[in-house]
């Protein structure tokens, strides 16, 4: 990637995270591209040079999350060895990126309501890779011997399910951190699977 891409790239997330930020509070509705220019001291046009509307500057914030978290799941699975280490370390690194990034998050929670077309095909399409990750873990840890036989879908849409709604029940004033509640979710999660609990 060439320097100018680079400087590109930042850009575009500046505002993607501009966007998400203001989208949060207000509303996709009620957000205008004039407010996330101000927000970044850009004008109007400038926004639109890399985007050329809200619904795709939409879109890409929901593409970047995705993507990001195929990266993570993927960095999960190449770093540990062990299939239960791989899926606990997953769920936690899940659970730990949906907190740091639960505005985005929920603004894309359905996205069906959101998107349409070629926008909603990529998008379930990267979810639906994330998912496969995490149905190959389970299918691992089966043939393994380290998991309960299962009925893949139904295991990992109850984790997907579980980890998901932190989302909606964590406070940052509570007493756990993100890092704990993660690893407490993880370990309770896995016990459903294991054989030795």
């Known amino acids: 990637m060439s320097l100018r891409e680079r400087k590109t790239a930042k850009k575009k997330k500046e505002i993607i995270q501009s966007a998400v930020s203001i989208i949060g509070e207000k ?4 957000t205008t591209m004039e407010e996330i220019a101000s927000k970044l001291l850009m004008t109007k046009g400038s926004v639109y040079y890399y985007f050329k509307d ?11 999350l995705l993507e990001q978290s195929l990266e993570n799941i993927k960095e999960v699975i190449k770093e540990k060895e062990i299939v239960q280490e791989k ?21 894309g929670a359905k996205p069906e309501q959101l998107f349409s ?11 639906n890779q994330y998912s496969q990750y995490i149905d190959e873990l389970i299918i691992e840890g089966v043939e393994a011997q380290v998991f309960h036989e ?13 980890m998901n709604s932190v989302i909606e029940w964590y406070s940052t004033d509570g ?4 890092q704990e509640i993660a690893e407490l979710m993880a370990d309770y999660l896995l016990r459903i699977l294991k054989r030795d609990c």
């Open 27 to 30: 509303g996709y509705h009620a």
């Open 54 to 64: 809200k619904q795709e500057l939409l879109f890409q914030s929901q593409k970047l």
């Open 87 to 107: 899926l606990r370390e997953a769920m936690v690194v899940h659970v730990e990126f949906l907190l740091t990034e639960s505005t985005g998050f929920e603004i």
């Open 117 to 127: 077309g070629k926008q909603l095909e990529e998008i379930l399409s990267l979810r």
């Open 150 to 162: 299962a009925d893949v879908k139904i295991v990992r849409n109850i984790l997907l399910g579980a």
């Open 175 to 178: 007493q756990k951190g993100k």
